[in-house]
């Protein structure tokens, strides 16, 4: 059975990083398109970055351009998402995601597969 799980998350105070990681199990990557997108308390689930399978080309909302970046490591089927300078708005649960197309989708319908989410929280 694939599976996406995350792991990373956490406490932090404001200005704090955390490094969130994604690993597959059960199948490599591929082309896979990979993102991150998060979900704070009563809103919608949000686009926070996208990776293509080369790690060549990537996408970010715009809150979050110069924060935070993107990765992957095809060969351990990981992506990465280091987050730096963090916000209490950052505050969310993150959830990994796999997509089949190759180019870079915004909205969660594209995704095929989930984690489960890791808990970001980040105090003023």
């Known amino acids: 059975q694939v599976q996406l799980v995350e792991s990373g998350g956490g406490l932090v105070q404001a200005g704090a990083s955390l490094r969130l990681s994604c690993a597959a199990s059960g199948r490599a990557f591929g082309t896979n398109a990979m993102a991150w997108f998060r979900q704070a308390p009563g809103k919608e689930r949000e686009f926070v970055a996208a990776?293509?399978?080369?790690?060549?080309?990537?996408d970010y909302v715009d809150s979050v351009k110069g924060r935070f970046t993107i990765s992957r490591e095809n060969a351990k089927n990981t992506v990465y998402l280091q987050m730096n300078s963090l916000k209490p708005e950052d505050t969310a649960v993150y959830y990994c995601a796999s997509s089949p197309v190759i180019y870079l989708p915004r909205k969660p319908y594209e995704y095929d597969l989930w984690g489960q989410g890791t808990q970001v929280t980040v105090s003023s």
């Open positions: 990776i293509g399978w080369s790690g060549g080309n990537t």
